[in-house]
């Protein structure tokens, strides 16, 4: 059983519904945004199109940053639905209440979250 109460799980549950939806739809409103660039020199000079280029790999990593952010999501409501949300995927035990405000989609506590950078 959770440490958190019914309605904090719900209330998590709710800000996590929330960010899921947010993300699908700036990814749908953002997907012609990483097509590919034409390299027509008729129409665009070469700052032009090394600027389109770059905007271009902005946008894919804006977009691979939101898949990583919805995977998150998805497995800290797969978590909910288990009845393992709010305990650390590490070392098992509870996840302050202040960091899943900060982070409702956070896998860790604190210090194995620490631990886990270091290591990087």
């Known amino acids: 059983m959770s440490n958190l109460t019914e309605i904090e799980l719900q209330n998590f549950k709710t800000v996590l519904e929330k960010l899921k939806a947010k993300l699908l739809n700036i990814t749908l409103n953002s997907a012609d945004e990483s097509a590919t660039v034409e390299l027509d020199q008729a129409r665009f000079g070469?700052?032009?199109?090394?600027?389109?280029?770059?905007?271009?790999?902005?946008?894919?990593?804006?977009?691979?940053?939101?898949?990583?952010?919805?995977?998150?999501?998805?497995?800290?409501?797969?978590?909910?639905?288990?009845?393992?949300y709010g305990y650390c995927v590490k070392c098992d035990e509870g996840i302050s209440k202040e960091r899943l405000n900060v982070d409702p989609s956070a896998p860790m506590c604190i210090d194995c979250a620490n631990k886990s950078e270091q290591r990087r």
Do not use: C, P, T, Y
């Not at 998805?74 to 978590?79: L, S, Y």
């Open 46 to 84: 070469r700052l032009s199109r090394m600027d389109a280029i770059q905007v271009q790999a902005m946008n894919a990593e804006s977009m691979r940053r939101r898949k990583v952010e919805l995977a998150k999501i998805e497995a800290a409501m797969r978590r909910m639905e288990e009845g393992d």
